[in-house]
């Protein structure tokens, strides 16, 4: 007997990818799995095999559509201002319509299992109500305040002395006061309006699921010997491609490069971030080197917006199966999806934060000895100089390597299937269970 999984997540680029990428090999095993969700999502849901629901009620998001980008985030440079849009428009202020969402969709067709995106604390809060096991799946390094752990989102390294834990300290409850203001209320307005105790910090609502899966290589990530919640399980990376990304033709008649040629993938991310000066500039510099460059848009731009030079190519979209494989190096925007497919492949990273997660994951693969970063507005000689200097230092490939062996293991053990598997209660699939 199969079980119904019901998946809630939304828009947001590489968080979609990762999700699908579970529920298509939940529902290739033969189990039912239909994703609510954003009115974008329809296509690609539909293209791994799962049934799709949209949204009635709550706010449909499109992270990839600049036009349609209700978050908007890069518009605003303050970091609290990037944090207060993202609470407003998506994690905490449309709480009690995800909490209906789901609910409207349990009475329309029930589940056995919920699989909620972390970032959608009304729909957990919907979750909870249905009394159904619930897994959160966190799309990210581990983003819950944490013991010994630096607040997450600022970018921070491991604290090291007494200054760094009293900048944990300090940062961290600063941080959770923010959250808390932002949160607290409109999470708390959805619980009390089906029933449930209001929360003391608005963090419990993710500690009330009973996993939670964070999608990364444990040791990529600095909660990994912390003092963490019983339910949070580490499961590895998610590496499939989106669907958008295919079909595709290599420029080149090898497909790859030779070690005198070395092939640098660019990819700066699948969502609008304003990225279009730093992609020109990085495209600047592959040019001063003795290397072929790949500039993958992630189809936020078109091609012909910019003018590379004769060792550069630029292209719409590519998997990242396809070219990463050939690639010494890959330019990031430290988005984890992107960040985790290179590792997988041994490729080491540098790493242009943009914002969201992405400056924790470059600091995490500096940590790792699998990279560097560099920031978004570096003039075309800094940018240089640091590719130069990745190509030259063979350390950064030995680090990639590394945690290359560690992504292998966690995709042949698939663990989040199995934990997801695992939250099946015995009773849904007797036989006559409806």
Same mark, same amino acid.
């Given at each position: 007997?199969?079980?119904?999984?019901?998946?809630?997540?939304? =828009?947001?680029?590489?968080?979609?990818?990762?999700?699908?990428?579970?529920?298509?090999? !939940?529902?290739?095993?033969?189990?039912?799995?239909?994703?609510?969700?954003?009115?974008?999502?329809?296509?690609?849901?539909?293209?791994?095999?799962?049934?799709?629901?949209?949204?009635?009620?709550?706010?449909?998001?499109?992270?990839?559509?600049?036009?349609?980008?209700?978050?908007?985030?890069?518009?605003?440079?303050?970091?609290?201002?990037?944090?207060?849009?993202?609470?407003?428009?998506?994690?905490?202020?449309?709480?009690?319509?995800?909490?209906?969402?789901?609910?409207?969709?349990?009475?329309?067709?029930?589940?056995?299992?919920?699989?909620?995106?972390?970032?959608?604390?009304?729909?957990?809060?919907?979750?909870?109500?249905?009394?159904?096991?619930?897994?959160?799946?966190?799309?990210?390094?581990?983003?819950?305040?944490?013991?010994?752990?630096?607040?997450?989102?600022?970018?921070?390294?491991?604290?090291?002395?007494?200054?760094?834990?009293?900048?944990?300290?300090?940062?961290?409850?600063?941080?959770?006061?923010?959250?808390?203001?932002?949160?607290?209320?409109?999470?708390?307005?959805?619980?009390?309006?089906?029933?449930?105790?209001?929360?003391?910090?608005?963090? =419990?609502?993710?500690?009330?699921?009973?996993?939670?899966?964070? !999608?990364?290589?444990?040791?990529?990530?600095?909660?990994?010997?912390?003092?963490?919640?019983?339910?949070?399980?580490?499961?590895?990376?998610?590496?499939?491609?989106?669907?958008?990304?295919?079909?595709?033709?290599?420029?080149?008649?090898?497909?790859?490069?030779?070690?005198?040629?070395?092939?640098?993938?660019?990819?700066?991310?699948?969502?609008?971030?304003?990225?279009?000066?730093?992609?020109?500039?990085?495209?600047?510099?592959?040019?001063?080197?003795?290397?072929?460059?790949?500039?993958?848009?992630?189809?936020?731009?078109?091609? =012909?917006?910019?003018?590379?030079?004769?060792?550069?190519?630029?292209?719409?979209?590519?998997?990242?199966?396809?070219?990463?494989?050939?690639?010494?190096?890959?330019?990031?925007?430290?988005?984890?999806?992107?960040?985790?497919?290179? !590792?997988?492949?041994?490729?080491?990273?540098?790493?242009?934060?943009?914002?969201?997660?992405?400056?924790?994951?470059?600091?995490?693969?500096?940590?790792?000895?699998?990279?560097?970063?560099?920031?978004?507005?570096?003039?075309?000689?800094?940018?240089?100089?640091?590719?130069?200097?990745?190509?030259?230092?063979?350390?950064?490939?030995?680090?990639?390597?590394?945690?290359?062996?560690?992504?292998?293991?966690?995709?042949?053990?698939?663990?989040?299937?199995?934990?997801?598997?695992?939250?099946?209660?015995?009773?849904?699939?007797?036989?006559?269970?409806?």
């Amino acid at each position: 007997m199969k079980a119904r999984f019901l998946f809630v997540l939304f =828009e947001g680029g590489g968080n979609v990818s990762a999700q699908l990428g579970i529920a298509r090999r !939940l529902a290739a095993r033969g189990h039912a799995v239909r994703v609510l969700g954003d009115g974008a999502l329809e296509p690609v849901v539909r293209a791994v095999g799962c049934e799709f629901r949209p949204f009635h009620i709550a706010p449909h998001h499109n992270f990839r559509s600049r036009a349609a980008d209700r978050v908007r985030d890069w518009s605003v440079k303050n970091p609290i201002a990037q944090l207060e849009r993202v609470a407003t428009e998506l994690m905490f202020g449309p709480s009690s319509a995800y909490a209906r969402e789901v609910l409207d969709e349990l009475e329309r067709a029930r589940a056995d299992v919920l699989v909620v995106d972390y970032l959608l604390f009304g729909a957990q809060v919907g979750a909870e109500r249905s009394a159904l096991p619930t897994a959160v799946l966190m799309h990210t390094p581990y983003a819950m305040p944490a013991p010994g752990v630096p607040p997450f989102g600022m970018g921070f390294p491991r604290a090291e002395g007494s200054l760094g834990r009293l900048r944990d300290r300090l940062l961290g409850a600063l941080q959770v006061r923010t959250f808390d203001r932002l949160g607290r209320p409109p999470v708390n307005a959805a619980r009390i309006a089906l029933g449930l105790p209001p929360l003391s910090n608005v963090f =419990e609502q993710v500690s009330r699921a009973d996993r939670t899966l964070v !999608l990364t290589a444990k040791s990529f990530d600095f909660a990994s010997c912390a003092a963490l919640p019983e339910q949070v399980v580490f499961v590895g990376p998610e590496l499939d491609d989106p669907e958008w990304a295919l079909p595709w033709t290599s420029p080149w008649a090898d497909g790859a490069a030779d070690a005198s040629n070395p092939l640098v993938v660019v990819a700066l991310g699948s969502t609008f971030q304003d990225q279009r000066d730093v992609t020109a500039r990085v495209i600047a510099a592959l040019g001063e080197l003795p290397v072929r460059g790949l500039v993958t848009l992630g189809d936020v731009f078109s091609p =012909e917006e910019f003018t590379p030079p004769p060792n550069v190519v630029v292209v719409r979209s590519a998997p990242h199966r396809a070219v990463f494989p050939g690639a010494r190096l890959v330019v990031a925007h430290g988005g984890h999806g992107t960040v985790m497919k290179a !590792l997988a492949h041994g490729v080491p990273v540098l790493c242009i934060p943009l914002g969201r997660d992405q400056r924790d994951n470059a600091v995490r693969v500096e940590a790792a000895g699998a990279g560097l970063s560099a920031k978004k507005g570096e003039g075309v000689a800094t940018l240089r100089k640091a590719l130069r200097r990745m190509l030259d230092e063979r350390r950064f490939l030995e680090g990639a390597r590394r945690l290359s062996a560690e992504i292998a293991r966690d995709v042949a053990a698939d663990r989040a299937v199995v934990e997801l598997e695992g939250l099946v209660r015995p009773e849904a699939l007797a036989p006559g269970a409806v």
